[in-house]
């Protein structure tokens, strides 16, 4: 990329993250039009960011003069239903030349610019999508429907709120897009390296503590950053060779930050920029969805920091040497600035239940009142200038709003992508579908979930997390709803919806593809898919979860409110998660023998599933098979310590 289009970039992407700050308070503009300014921006970013055709790893080195044209035609294509939105309004249905043919480039470009930035993979399902509503008539009886036409399909593609106009771009506009900023803003002010810092000096000195670091300062950058591939980058450069280091494996080691990285996603409050669309999608509070998502998160994290407990003991690893750590106590302090504003946001989610917008709104403005803050005591340490202080600041906001654009400008044209797919299955591929998928399944909820679970992982080589998640969501989360109520079984839309947006995580790590893999590999110097299939052995227990909130919603809170019942099921919960993660280590204090195996499942399946046991063998209330699942884990560790080597 050359200087100046760099520069216009740069300028381009500030002025987006100005024009999206400035929104919840000061701009009253109506959801169709923001829409329309945010997918332009996005398209036009995308556009001067990434050529025709990538010639290495990095952007182009020079953006030819075309895409300079191609950039402003897309930007007015996807501003036109907010330039004549009165009249394409009055003829709703009936579109013009004019509007089918603005309506065509479009589409045309925007496929093209999710081309560009995402790989081939979700342009081309969109545009098979396209031709299968052209030529559907002429399809097997069983997966065909009307034949739209052009203007149809035009139609509801970019001149309605069913299309790309939709939902997940809506969330990007209204919601998304200020947490990405957030996060890009508290990583120039430093956050991303004192999480790092912090997780070191509290569990370096314990065996693998490394590796338990690692895992722990990316959970803590997940929260903000939601994306699995920057959160490998961000904290595998540290964690990794510190990993080597102690004596892990290269592909363990990779494989650790991986499995920590992808999980990230799972973290509330962004959970990749899913938890926003769940909430549209579901029709319920984004409150209630985070409160959903909060239990299977922390539990998979716990159970991975044990993950690297049974590995450092199969290797005999012990910590880093208490001299080589930094002192938690000063680390903590220097860094309490960056969690002032985490709390704030939790706060306003939380406790004042303002709307997820106008929390992250005010909390971006303590974060850029703090960084101020920073970089004047910066200078009265270093004695410099108060307009030093002044300019740094500047500076640092300003490559923050950079930084929030150029990471949004992917998800928009993600969302805007997958908005396409949504728009066709309206049409009348939806309940297609859903009989295809009725008839594939066999009237089995199971063979159902593990159909759209292998489908998830498939389409999420292709496809980013949350582009996956919307397709699969609109296909499948239906199917699942109506196919478990058929055969007596009640799950809520909430979590159909969680099992599409898990599976569609784990993706970033299964090979072949596996792009958090690679990126982990290229740090480590490792086989990229050894590290994909180790990784994903990892993440075995985060596969294992949404087959069990499924049939278990309890673990998804829903409808508990009492304390004590929620401490239950998170111990219960994370007891299972230990006993789950030694079967597929095969290890435990020592090396499992098979009955332990046995007892270990048996355990698992009693934490996790109590019905399949109070419901068909045995009716004592679930509670009581909690219990009995406990001590099994109790007999288990008892006779793992009778062969335990005495030191």
């Known amino acids: ?48 960011c990434f050529p025709v055709q990538k010639t290495s790893s990095t952007w182009a080195n020079k953006i030819h003069w075309s895409d300079y044209i191609l950039a402003v035609i897309a930007a007015l294509a996807s501003l036109y239903l907010a330039i004549d939105y009165s009249g394409i309004a009055m003829r709703q249905g009936m579109p013009i030349a004019r509007d089918l043919f603005i309506g ?78 957030f996060g890009s803003m508290l990583n120039i002010a430093g956050g991303s390296k004192y999480f790092i810092d912090l997780a070191i000096s509290l569990l370096g000195r314990f065996k693998g503590g490394p590796a338990k670091a690692a895992v722990l300062a990316s959970g803590l950058t997940g929260m903000v950053s939601g994306s699995s591939i920057a959160n490998t980058v961000t904290t595998g450069t540290f964690t990794i060779p510190l990993m080597k280091k102690t004596g892990f494996p290269g592909i363990k080691a990779g494989a650790i930050e991986v499995a920590a990285s992808t999980n990230g996603q799972l973290m509330p ?76 946001l939790l706060y306003m989610l939380i406790i004042e239940r303002y709307s997820a917008q106008l929390s992250v709104y005010y909390a971006i403005i303590v974060l850029m009142g703090l960084m101020v803050i920073q970089n004047f005591w910066m200078a009265q340490n270093e004695k410099k200038s108060g307009m030093w202080a002044i300019k740094n600041s500047l500076h640092q906001i300003w490559q923050s709003f950079v930084d929030g654009g150029k990471n949004m400008m992917s998800i928009g044209v993600a969302v805007a992508s997958a908005g396409i797919i949504v728009g066709i299955v309206t049409l009348g591929l939806g309940n297609v579908i859903t009989e295809i998928i ?92 050894k590290t994909g299939i180790q990784g994903f052995i990892y993440d075995m227990r985060t596969a294992i979860l949404p087959f069990m909130f499924i049939f278990n919603t309890d673990l998804l809170l829903i409808n508990i409110t009492s304390w004590w019942h929620i401490a239950l099921i998170f111990s219960t ?75």
């Open 104 to 181: 065509s480039t479009l589409v045309i470009l925007l496929l093209e610019a999710a081309r560009r930035s995402l790989g081939p993979a979700l342009p081309t399902i969109a545009a098979t999508f396209i031709l299968y509503s052209f030529f559907s008539e002429h399809m097997p009886e069983i997966i065909s429907f009307k034949n739209a036409t052009i203007s149809k399909m035009v139609n509801k593609l970019t001149m309605s709120t069913e299309g790309i106009y939709g939902v997940p771009l809506d969330v990007s506009t209204s919601t998304v897009f200020l947490f990405v900023l």
């Open 1 to 48: 990329m050359s200087r100046q289009t760099g520069l216009v970039a740069s300028i381009i992407a500030a002025s987006w993250s100005l024009f999206q700050l400035a929104l919840p308070q000061f701009l009253l503009l109506g959801s169709e039009l923001t829409r329309c300014i945010h997918l332009a921006f996005a398209i036009c970013l995308v556009y001067l």
């Open 573 to 647: 919960g994370v007891i299972a998660m230990f006993a789950f993660a030694s079967i597929t280590q095969g290890y435990f204090l020592v090396k499992n023998r098979f009955y332990e195996t046995v007892l270990l499942i048996l355990c698992v399946l009693m934490l996790f599933r109590p019905d399949l046991f109070s419901n068909y063998i045995w009716a004592y209330h679930k509670f009581i098979w909690y219990g009995f699942g406990v001590g099994l884990y109790a007999i288990t560790i008892f006779l793992q310590l009778l062969r335990k080597p005495k030191k």
């Open 438 to 529: 009725d008839i594939l399944a066999m009237n089995n909820v199971v063979l159902l979930l593990i159909i759209t679970a292998i489908v998830s992982l498939i389409l999420g080589m292709g496809l980013p997390t949350t582009a996956n998640y919307i397709v699969m969501a609109s296909l499948t989360a239906p199917a699942i709803v109506a196919l478990s109520s058929n055969v007596g079984l009640t799950v809520p839309l909430i979590a159909a919806h969680l099992f599409c947006f898990y599976f569609g995580i784990l993706a970033d790590d299964t090979p072949p593809v596996g792009l958090a893999a690679y990126a982990a590999a290229a740090i480590s110097k490792e086989d990229p898919i």
């Open 269 to 344: 409050p962004i959970m990749g920029a899913a938890a926003f669309i769940i909430a549209e999608y579901c029709h319920t509070s984004y409150f209630e969805v985070v409160k959903a998502a909060f239990i299977p998160a922390i539990i998979s994290y716990i159970a991975l920091i044990f993950i690297t407990h049974l590995e450092a003991s199969k290797l005999g690893l012990k910590g880093l040497p208490k001299e080589e750590l930094p002192n938690f106590y000063n680390v903590f302090i220097s860094g309490v600035p960056f969690l002032i504003p985490l709390c704030f």
